[in-house]
């Protein structure tokens, strides 16, 4: 039986294109698969048995039996391709599970948001899963993809079927103001190829040496905390080059969280800063962090009157969300926003002893409506 072309390739890229004979290699000679155990002579196709031989070496041969030391070096190389092709079919199958276990904790986060009196959820693409690994392959984060993913869940103007492309070109917009902003912090341009054009972790490392001439020695250390904080959180095993694609791009979140704060009242801005170090009061995260998160909060709260876990869900003194933490669990007989949708108030609604307290009253107003909120039933948590 002739040899394959398949198993002809890999033997030629077994013995890296040389001739084992003569040590010639291509393309100044032109290689043949060569039976080191002669067909004739009972040999198989079994890439243990063949060499790659140059067309004059290989015309040069005879059906006789071969030299024991070339069957044994055949043999020894064969067992290290053997080998190596199964290290390398090791790494693609732990690639695979990794693609796969991002697939599974995408879904399960679409899944959560649904619509309509019913419940429904969203329809995914057919190709939904190409798109994602994209996504993750360019080094969006799992967590900004769930960010673009709410905002295209909370927005009105997006109609069911195109929630899945708003979230995705959202999410391919972040990895644009990464490549920007890292370019901009090094004032140059982004290279157009070449010798000298760096690769992307060359680019990050360049930024963040930037960020250590810039601006305070603390700086490096508290994205290096958040970044690992958000890798360990999602269960990735990740390079120290992971680790500085993320800090990057935890830097560019920063940068965008300041200037929004800074757009903003100066009394709101500081509320806001106080609403997140009373959210993380537990933790002690690093000041990076703190501003993160307060620009954040801010604009989902504005956007999306979006609450964050375990905080109070009223209002606070000028404009930002209420800085204390949840101390109660309240269901509103004149809840706002299940009245609009039909149904009666699901409860939930965390409150802190303050604003509980106005609620008792008969003092505390919905931020929809603007009408004086009632309470049904209520109890104290945790948290």
Known sequence: ????????????????????????????????????????????????????????????????????????????????????????????????????????????????????????????????????????????????????????????????????????GAAWKRVEALQEHTYGLLGTSAPQGGQDAPDQSCDVRWALTYLLKAEPDNTYEHYRVIATEYLDVMHQEYSEDHVLVHMALFLVQTREAEAYLASLDSEEAAEWTRVARAAYSRTCPPEKKIVLAAGGWAKAWKEHRVVQPGMCSSAGDHGASCPRRRSFEVTYENCPGCTEKGHACAGGHPLCEEHMELLLAGDLRSLRNGELLVASDFSPMEG
């Open 1 to 168: 039986m002739a040899v394959s072309k398949r198993l002809r390739a890999e033997i030629f890229r077994r013995d890296n294109h040389t001739c084992q004979s003569c040590g010639a290699t291509a393309p100044d000679v032109k290689l043949e698969p060569d039976h080191v155990i002669p067909v004739t002579l009972g040999g198989s196709d079994d890439p243990s048995n063949l060499q790659t031989l140059c067309e004059s070496c290989n015309a040069g041969k005879s059906a006789t039996p071969p030299d024991a030391a070339v069957v044994a070096q055949v043999s020894e190389q064969a067992l290290r391709w053997v080998a190596a092709q199964s290290q390398a079919a090791k790494t693609m199958l732990a690639d695979l599970q990794t693609v796969k276990a991002r697939r599974k904790r995408f879904r399960e986060e679409w899944n959560l948001w649904t619509c309509g009196d019913e419940h429904r959820q969203f329809d995914l693409p057919p190709a939904w899963e190409d798109s994602v690994d994209r996504l993750f392959a360019a080094g969006v984060p799992e967590e900004i993809l769930y960010e673009c993913m709410a905002a295209a869940m909370r927005s009105d103007m997006v109609k069911a079927e195109n929630k899945f492309r708003y979230m995705a």
